[in-house]
């Protein structure tokens, strides 16, 4: 039995500083309002950099953020892009918001992350253990579409590899292939494969097709294999600017960061012999001594496109690379009456069209579970992780709501007293082929780098964690230099339970 343990590591591995603060007035610039940038600005600025931190948006989060919206009653309301999962092994996401929270009281624990099928089928994550390979066997025995005779038929030694992730050799071996393509050498029953991967593929925003086998196997690992906190995860009960962009700009502005918001970078010149940056923006330029870079995939090839000075050519080629996966939908509704009692407030849902999930969000936020006492109403929001080209607005809403009828009958008579409807196309793509052309945080140049939730890392990570982690190492790369300490980086172990026999 693997008794799953972390792991906190230094980041990049030279940076092996030990004082607590520059020793020297050093600005920088952090370009973009996520998590990534967020993760930068605070290590930069706690370890005594004066730091400017812009966003486009007149609002931070990017694709966590939440934004003042009105219903039609002149009621405000936060409106985010969409549901997240705070996983229990985002160690570095939980570490950022005790700057604010020390004890992490905006988070919610769900009981259950459960995944319906058609017909009333559905695959429970409760209480699994925490153990590889106790837990593939408990979740194969609770899974009720895989009997014995599929067991038989499955590929197990095609399925190895999703208990010997290795960073490198995962990769070397599996990456030029699809996750489709994977998924179908395992010789999995239709039913169960729908209820054990298609819906926890989707996740990522990247159809099977379009998406690395190896990064798959990464994910696979993050989540359940190598992943000592189980399944089930937490969520804000609070709108995102409330729970976490409100009270964290506050924390940095405490300390010196100046917050620029509606203010988009459009290049970088490099400046006194390359040894400094200015950074043209929207309200004139900023020249500063180093630059986080921690844009969405769209907007960082912009600026790179029109920074004449950021003139590697293998560099100028591995961002050219980077491309954005299909469109995501988020549909939130406002109903004049409540869902039933026993329903889950999160829930994934399979092989029924564009529908990946259920959020009540009168179960999980505050807001929206006064405005739903006080109307005996619910609010509901309905996923589409990955839209297939071609399809507009009036397509998605139809099938998302075919699928929200068809799991919960009665929302089917309910009347929709509010709604928005975004469509996005910002969700970095992990293309089969793609893993060694993908970016890392450092870069050709001087006291630059990346971060962001697209950048390759030498850990397992995905999503939210996988941003945090990245401005975090973008910081003590930039740090390194002057010897101060770096922050720790906790992850869940980087090998699985065969890796050390099989890579």
């Known amino acids: 039995m693997n008794r799953i343990r972390p792991e906190t590591l230094t980041l990049p591995e030279d940076a092996s500083g030990t004082l607590p603060r520059v020793g020297r007035p050093m600005h920088a610039v952090v370009a973009g309002g996520g998590l990534a ?3 930068a600005a605070t290590i930069l600025a706690e370890r005594g950099v004066s730091v400017v931190w812009v966003e ?7 694709r966590v953020a939440s934004w003042e ?9 936060q409106m985010e892009r969409g549901f997240h999962a705070f996983f229990r092994q985002y160690y570095n996401l939980r570490a950022l918001m005790r700057r604010v929270d020390p004890e992490l009281s905006s988070l919610k624990p769900m009981e259950d992350y459960p995944v319906l099928a058609p017909g009333g089928r559905s695959q429970s ?4 253990p925490r153990s590889t390979p106790l837990n593939i066997v408990e979740l194969t025995r609770r899974t009720p579409a895989l009997t014995l005779g599929d067991l038989r038929r499955v590929n197990v030694r095609g399925a190895v590899p999703m208990l010997a992730f290795d960073p490198e050799a995962t990769y070397r071996k599996h990456d030029d292939r699809s996750a489709d393509e994977y998924l179908d050498s395992l010789r999995f029953p239709s039913e169960a494969r729908q209820l054990l991967f298609d819906v926890f593929a989707h996740s990522f925003f990247n159809p099977e097709k379009e998406m690395s086998a190896a990064e798959l196997l990464m994910m696979f690992h993050f ?10 995860f937490d969520v804000l009960d609070k709108p995102f600017a409330t729970a976490l962009w409100d009270p964290l700009r506050q924390h940095l502005e405490a300390r010196g960061v100046e917050v620029r918001l509606a203010c988009a970078v459009d290049r970088l010149e490099a400046t006194e012999g390359r040894r400094r940056w200015r950074i043209v923006t929207d309200d004139g330029p900023i020249d500063t001594d180093m630059v986080v870079l ?9 600026v790179v ?12 080629a591995t961002i050219g690379s980077l491309g954005v996966t299909r469109p995501f939908a988020v549909w939130r509704l406002w109903l004049d009456r409540p869902t039933s009692s026993d329903r889950h407030p999160f829930v994934g849902t399979t092989a029924l069209g564009l529908l990946d999930n259920i959020s009540l969000y009168h179960l999980l936020e505050d807001e929206s579970a006064r405005w739903a006492d006080e109307h005996g109403g619910a609010v509901v929001e309905l996923h589409a992780y990955a839209v297939p080209e071609g399809w507009d607005e009036e397509r998605v809403r139809e099938e998302l709501l075919a699928g929200l009828h068809s799991f919960y009958p009665e929302t089917a008579e309910a009347t929709v007293v509010e709604e928005r409807f975004l469509m996005r196309r910002d969700c970095p793509a992990f293309a089969p082929g793609s893993h060694a052309s993908r970016p890392g945080v450092t870069t050709p140049f001087r006291r630059l780098a990346l971060a962001g939730d697209f950048v390759r890392l030498p850990v397992p990570s995905a999503l939210m964690e996988r941003a945090v982690i990245s401005g975090m190492v973008a910081a003590n790369h930039l740090l390194a230099p002057e010897g101060v300490a770096p922050e720790p980086i906790r992850v869940v172990p980087r090998r699985g339970l065969f890796a050390p026999w099989l890579s």
């Open 294 to 302: 921690g844009l969405s995939v769209p907007a960082l090839k912009g």
């Open 305 to 316: 496109s029109r920074s004449p000075d950021l003139d590697d050519p293998g560099f100028r």
């Open 56 to 62: 486009k948006e007149p609002f931070l989060g990017g």
């Open 125 to 128: 994550f409760r209480d699994l």
């Open 223 to 232: 989540y359940f294999t190598g992943n000592p906190e189980g399944l089930v």
């Open 37 to 39: 940038g967020a993760a």
């Open 69 to 77: 919206d009105r219903l039609a009653s002149d009621v405000p309301f």
